[in-house]
């Protein structure tokens, strides 16, 4: 596969944001644990405003620190300022945002199944979320309820729930996940360029100017310090996140972002208080991540579900008897245009841009309709449904077919058959819901499905346009329209049935018809304007 420009500069942005961010957490991480050791002084020490010094040794020589509140004379030597890791740490990683989620168009932006909105809206949604985000924290910042850390602490992590709970259903759940991972990294970032460094400057001002300034700044810049000590882990796992498709793109995957959240933040908190079980804070931690965790997970599938066995009391058909609906699903009105989607990181990506056409008509036929007996069978008994797999291939970034049909108790088949990683996440009502990775060339996944259910969506959260539909019914009467639109239910009994027809877009469809012996009953379902 041929490496696109795009790619050496998504390479070259995601390692420079990497570097940075090592050089940026790492000094938060010295710098947190010196706050941690330092020695307070003794009360009869004369040294003003000394809060704590430490000792250190390391690479073969001695270190000796200390932080104070008071201003020195003079400043002797160089001063070292920590900023420029931060900046470069959140411009690496914004352009980064913008060339994976907003360039190209979208594809990894927006999903429709999610919300159907244009790339511009949601990049506009994504930027908006981070100057927002910004703006209320601040404000927040700014009233006495900063000065109740637990109590400021829980606003916000229910601040960042309601984002995720907004973002992951306006955007795709890889980028909702992002967004939010972004949000937390610009409260860091506006915390050390828009408060904490102003304030560093004033004091730096006041040193060398002789002058006294109110100690009160220097602990409103260590509180924002705190505040960014707290996001870090958090930040960590928002943005290895993406490589985890299972989670993001778990059911109420909102739900899991705040329950990590706020596991990141009392690891951190049990760190900062050097393994010590602090009270109700870690404890009220562990209690609402376990209930939220399982919450989330809840709908995921944890096995197979097969079908239950036959029902008694039914009457056996008798196929000198039985007729058949047959017919042709047609469209009328102006067919939707295709859909252009950039392969992104697919075997095809070379060829340029792909068209996803979800409304496949000819000659006023349509494609891809699902048909199926809805009521009217019930009294009969029908046959067990084969054993044979129903085979959905993952091939060139697309599914094939795109829309399928299986028996209640019938294995499905997913097969990938691209030498890239897709995952398979199907949305259920009726059945166990599942998202499974399919990490490599011809790797396989067989489901059953113990429930009637039509349709469950399936998709790919690593390529978003990625879409298939699975009907699933418990009679062997149903069929997937090819192009010709057309249509055959056979060995029905005689009587009268419920006709329904589903296509992805438009509104299902229903039809009565009376079967006879050795007759076919003709119905025409028609889509469109």
């Known amino acids: 596969m041929d490496v696109t420009p795009i790619e050496w500069v998504n390479l070259i942005l995601r390692w420079t944001h990497v570097i940075a961010a090592i050089f940026w957490i790492g000094h938060a991480f010295l710098f947190n644990e010196l706050e941690e050791q330092l020695v307070p002084p003794e009360p ?9 010094e430490l000792w250190m040794v390391h690479g073969g020589g001695f270190y000796y620190m200390q932080k104070t509140w008071s201003y020195p004379e003079r400043l002797r030597g160089a001063l070292k300022w920590f900023k420029w890791e931060a900046a470069f740490t959140w411009l690496s990683g914004f352009s980064l945002l913008v060339v994976v989620f907003y360039l190209g168009g979208g594809v990894y932006l927006v999903d429709r199944s999610v919300a159907d909105i244009g790339v511009g809206t949601a990049a506009a949604v994504g930027v908006a979320s981070l100057v927002v985000g910004w703006l209320v924290y601040d404000g927040l910042c700014r009233t006495p309820l900063v000065e109740n850390g637990p109590l400021f602490a829980l606003v916000g992590w229910l601040g960042v729930l309601g984002v995720a709970f907004g973002l992951t259903h306006l955007l795709s759940a890889r980028a909702a996940f992002l967004h939010v991972g972004a949000l937390l990294a610009t409260l860091m970032v506006a915390n050390v360029w828009l408060v904490i460094i102003p304030i560093s400057k004033k004091m730096v001002a006041a040193a060398r100017g002789g002058e006294l300034l109110d100690a009160k700044l220097g602990r409103k810049a260590k509180l924002r310090s705190r505040h960014n000590n707290y996001i870090v882990f958090p930040v960590i796992f928002l943005m290895i996140s993406n490589h985890y498709p299972t989670i993001y793109g778990a059911r109420n995957a909102w739900v899991l972002l705040g329950g990590m959240v706020l596991l990141g933040a009392g690891i951190k908190h049990m760190m900062n208080r050097r393994g010590e079980i602090h009270g109700i804070y870690w404890a009220t931690a562990v209690a609402l991540f376990g209930a939220l965790g399982l919450w989330g997970w809840s709908t995921r599938s944890h096995g197979e579900t097969v079908a239950a066995g036959p029902a008694t009391g039914l009457r056996p058909i008798d196929p000198a008897t039985t007729g058949s609906v047959r017919g042709t699903v047609r469209f009328e009105g102006t067919v939707p245009p295709p859909r252009a989607v950039d392969l992104v990181n697919c075997p095809q990506q070379s060829q340029g841009p792909a068209e996803i056409q979800t409304v496949r008509v000819s000659d006023g036929d349509l494609a891809d309709a699902f048909v199926w007996v809805q009521q009217g069978w019930e009294g009969w008994q029908v046959p067990p449904p084969p054993t044979d797999s129903v085979e959905v291939d993952q091939r060139g970034c697309r599914y094939h077919p795109h829309v399928i049909g299986v028996r209640v108790g019938q294995p499905v088949e997913f097969v990938n058959a691209d030498p890239v990683p897709h995952n398979v996440h199907a949305q259920t009502v009726a059945n166990p819901g599942f998202n499974e990775m399919m990490v490599g060339q011809d790797t396989r996944l067989r ?35 090819g192009k010709d639109g057309a249509f055959s239910l056979d060995g029905l009994p005689p009587g009268v049935y419920d006709v329904a027809a589903w296509h992805e877009g438009y509104a299902l469809q229903h039809q009565q018809v009376q079967v006879t012996t050795g007759q076919a009953a003709k119905l025409v379902f028609t889509f469109g304007d």
């Open 44 to 52: 009869d020490d004369p040294r003003e405003g000394l809060e704590g």
């Open 447 to 481: 489901k059953v499905f113990g429930h009637a259910e039509v349709m469950v969506h399936t998709k790919c959260d690593i390529h978003p346009w990625m879409s298939e539909y699975i009907g699933v019914v418990p009679h062997p009467w149903f069929q997937v329209t």
